[in-house]
């Protein structure tokens, strides 16, 4: 049996898709009920629509009709722009009102909120090389020449993208003249020398609010912190962090690699019992997610949220106790200013922020102000500005 797009999702009779359903599998309207699982957590519309945009960029690398591609596209415009929680809502059988979401993109989305999976999605990326849409981060370079590009020359990633223009291969393939060539060649340049995408902070909450939810639901796991400039509240985000108080780091991983918002898990490796590991999630950024001792976060904390500069001022003040401090915790110095080893070797971890400012000789110091524009100097004088919740 073929999937195909609804008169709802698109203005002109769809052919059917060119990925096909397994006859083995049902269609996912046909399961019971029981089937399905409310506890499977809800993705956030950001994520929802990731995975549409996703798809369309997928159709149309594989060469589908414009209008096809351009239905999901418009799907994942009126998810991510909703007021309505579009998961939540398929989740109580209460769908919103979406503009471009027909019955077949509705099957979808009722799908992915009962399972955490969406089957054509899956599929597609089994048929699209992952690193193939890697290629619509260049400048100019869209998906429908991107999809040219892989059928005729084989080009799959950024570096095999350059090789090929920097040798004037890409000219071989129809539709691509030397002056399109030297575009590209252009747009790697200019994307290769781009600064790192930022984000708003209200983007960033609910992505990391997200995960955090999905990773808290997790057994082991007593908290969930997201850190860096998030923590600080900064205007803008750059890098994202979450901190995960747990001793069973290997379920948190199984998790992340379960979950329908994360394209991929790089490796992890960590030290005294962290684990550590990058999760690249779907059309969005990639973030830094880290475990943290039961009992022993205070640390990680203040280490994981303050800036550079503010922690380079605590560990100064560390030392001049004669300890060194670290996300591990502080690490008693001997004379030489070196770290004791034997029987004169002494860690101090200790299970809140406040602890280990009190341990500096300093009174709490909030996030939002640990950024090393005087706020110690405050600290000490006993002058800290009272914050006030919005």
Do not use: C
Not at 315 to 340: C, K
């Amino acid at each position: 049996m073929k999937e195909a797009l609804s008169e709802a999702d698109s203005p002109v009779p769809a052919p059917a898709e060119v990925v096909t359903v397994d006859p083995d599998d049902p269609p996912y309207e046909s399961r019971p009920r029981a089937s399905r699982g409310d506890d499977v957590p809800l993705l956030a519309n950001v994520e929802l629509a990731r995975i549409f945009y996703e798809i369309g960029d997928m159709l149309e690398l594989q060469g589908e009709l414009p209008f096809k591609t351009a239905a999901y596209r418009r799907a994942a415009d009126s998810i991510a722009h909703s007021p309505a929680d579009v998961a939540a809502a398929y989740r109580r059988n209460a769908p919103p009102a979406l503009s471009g979401v027909g019955k077949a993109i509705a099957d979808k989305l009722a799908e992915l909120t009962d399972t955490g999976r969406l089957r054509f999605y899956e599929r597609l990326r089994r048929d699209v090389p992952p690193s193939l849409v890697t290629l619509l981060a260049v400048p100019g370079l869209g998906p429908r020449t991107a999809g040219d590009l892989w059928r005729a020359l084989g080009i799959t990633s950024l570096d095999e993208l350059e090789v090929a223009a920097r040798a004037g291969r890409l000219r071989a393939v129809r539709g691509i003249s030397e002056r399109t060539e030297k575009k590209i060649i252009d747009g790697l340049e200019q994307l290769r020398k781009r600064p790192p995408r930022r984000m708003r902070l209200g983007q960033a909450s609910e992505i990391l609010e997200r995960l955090a939810i999905l990773l808290g639901g997790v057994s082991g796991v007593r908290s969930v912190v997201p850190a860096g400039s998030y923590r600080r509240r900064r205007e803008t985000v750059g890098d994202l962090d979450l901190l995960v108080e747990t001793d069973r780091g290997r379920d948190l991983i199984e998790a992340l690699h379960a979950s329908a918002a994360v394209e991929r898990v790089g490796g992890h490796g960590g030290r005294l019992g962290q684990l550590r590991t990058t999760v690249q999630l779907l059309r969005g950024p990639q973030l830094d997610v880290m475990t943290m001792p039961l009992g022993a976060t205070g640390t990680y904390l203040v280490h994981f949220t303050g800036s550079a500069d503010h922690n380079v001022r605590l560990r100064e003040l560390a030392r001049d106790r004669g300890w060194s401090l670290s996300e591990h915790g502080f690490t008693r110095l001997g004379e030489d200013g070196e770290a004791l080893a034997g029987q004169g070797a002494e860690r101090r971890t200790f299970a809140t922020e406040e602890e280990v400012y009190d341990f500096l000789g300093l009174p709490f110091i909030a996030p939002e102000l640990r950024e090393d524009r005087g706020e110690i100097e405050a600290a000490r004088e006993g002058r800290l500005p009272e914050l006030v919740d919005i």
